[in-house]
């Protein structure tokens, strides 16, 4: 268990414990309010988060940043982050070792941020977490596991091509804030 998400965040930047540390150019530790009420998962750092080293900053962050907006939240007010924390190589999906072995940060970033909501961004962060699977049937859902509140959505690079997906994703990003208010 790390003491602050500060030292959580140099631990990431140096981490060698799987070999996606081999390829990437940086780590991508999670960003955003150490108080947030909502975090959010996506699957993994693409190009240009590991060439920058911040999440959801490409075409896929900037579908999520305006969905937020549309809610009302700005990614200042929330936590944003990913099931592993270095970019496959060619966008491939992670390993389920690769998961393992990083899994211990994000349960660190849970614990110490201690949000509201969990939102989960699209099958790998459903699977990996919840072992779900079948966004589609099961997006807008509320689920509760070990003491956390999981929210399931589809992954904002999922609806980047498709009008009605966007529409459902960004009226899920706006359920989340209605249920915020109740909690
Ligand atoms: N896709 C993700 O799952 N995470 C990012 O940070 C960027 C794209
Ligand atoms: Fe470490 Fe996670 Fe990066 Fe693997 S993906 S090197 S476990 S930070």
Redesign the pocket.
């Known amino acids: 268990m790390y003491e602050s998400l500060e030292l959580l965040k140099e631990e990431i930047i140096g981490c060698k414990k799987c070999d996606l540390c081999k390829t990437r150019k940086n780590s991508?530790p999670g960003k955003g309010n150490k108080n947030a009420e909502v975090i959010f998962v996506?699957?993994?750092?693409?190009r240009?988060?590991d060439v920058n080293g911040?999440?959801?900053?490409?075409?896929?962050?900037k579908k999520l940043t305006t969905a937020l907006e549309n809610a009302g939240l700005t990614r200042d007010m929330v936590y944003?982050?990913?099931?592993v924390k270095c970019r496959p190589p060619e966008?491939r999906k992670p390993t389920e070792m690769e998961t393992k072995q990083c899994q211990m940060y994000l349960k660190n970033e849970f614990s110490l941020i201690k949000p509201k909501i969990v939102c989960l961004?699209?099958n790998?962060?459903y699977k990996t977490i919840l072992g779900g699977s079948e966004i589609s049937k099961n997006h807008g859902k509320l689920v509760q596991k070990d003491g956390f509140s999981y929210f399931i959505t589809f992954?904002?690079?999922a609806v980047i091509y498709n009008q009605k997906l966007v529409k459902d994703f960004e009226n899920d990003i706006k359920k989340i804030v209605k249920l915020l208010k109740e909690k």
């Open positions: 991508v996506g699957e993994a750092p693409g240009t988060e911040e999440p959801f900053i490409g075409s896929a962050g944003i982050t990913n099931i966008n961004l699209g790998t962060a992954h904002p690079a």
